[in-house]
C-alpha cells in the first residue's frame, strides 16, 4: 500500500515493475482504494496510472471487503525520528488509511511501514500521538535505519475521536460507520 502522494509516485512505479500487487488510495481517500497491477495494465500506462490523478482513472476500484492483507505500506514524511515518530503533512490521511486497513484486518501490528525520507527528515525523536502510526524502517538516499523498538500503533479507528463531516466525507470510513453498531439513523 502507497498513499498517492506525488513524492511516493516512483515508488508506486517500481512496485508495478516488481510485478507487486499495488494497492493505492485516492487522494483525499475520497473514492476509496484502487488497485494496480501489471496483469490488467499495460507497460505504456503504468507511469500515468502512477500519478495521483491516474489511480483513480487507471485503477480498479477495490471493495473494503476484497483489500486482502498488505504486505508493506510505504510512505513519505516531513519528519521521521529514531523512534519511529513520523509527521506527515497535517491532513492525517496516512494514519486513517491505516486504522481502516486495521479496522477491516489487512494489516497487523506487525505489518511493516517504511518512511521514504532524505536525511535531512531524520530526527532522534519525533513527538507522537495514541492516534500515529509509527514507522519500523526509515529510508534514506544514504541510508537504511531500522527502528529497534517503536511505539504500538492505534488498533483500528477512534470513532469516539473522529468529527462527523470526516466519516462522511471518507467514503471507507462512512461505509464502516454505516456497517457497525455507531449508526444510529438510516
Known amino acids: 500500500m502507497v498513499p498517492p502522494d506525488k513524492a511516493q509516485q516512483q515508488v508506486r512505479v517500481n512496485a508495478l515493475m516488481d510485478g507487486k500487487r ?3 488510495a485516492s487522494p483525499g481517500l475520497r473514492q476509496a482504494f484502487f488497485l494496480l497491477s501489471r ?7 503504468w507511469a500515468r496510472a502512477c500519478r495521483s490523478s491516474g489511480i483513480s482513472r487507471f485503477g480498479r476500484p477495490l471493495p473494503l471487503e476484497e483489500l486482502g492483507r498488505v504486505d508493506l505500506m510505504a510512505t513519505g514524511a516531513v519528519a521521521v525520528g529514531l523512534n519511529g515518530g513520523r509527521v506527515g503533512k497535517g491532513s492525517g490521511y496516512f494514519d486513517l488509511e491505516y ?5 477491516l484486518g489487512a494489516v497487523k501490528e506487525s505489518t511493516p511501514v517504511v518512511a521514504l525520507v532524505d536525511d535531512l527528515q531524520v530526527f532522534d525523536e519525533v513527538p507522537m500521538e495514541d492516534k500515529d502510526v509509527a514507522v519500523d524502517v526509515i529510508i534514506t538516499p544514504t541510508r537504511t ?4 523498538e517503536r511505539p504500538r ?7 469516539d475521536r473522529l468529527p462527523e463531516r470526516v466519516i462522511r466525507r471518507v467514503k471507507p470510513l462512512w461505509e464502516l460507520f454505516r456497517k457497525g453498531p455507531h449508526f444510529d439513523s438510516p
Open 22 to 24: 499495488l494497492i493505492a
Open 39 to 45: 496483469d490488467f495494465l499495460r507497460p505504456k500506462d
Open 99 to 103: 486504522m481502516i486497513l486495521r479496522e
Open 145 to 148: 535505519i531500522r527502528i529497534r
Open 153 to 159: 500503533r492505534p488498533e483500528g479507528i477512534p470513532w
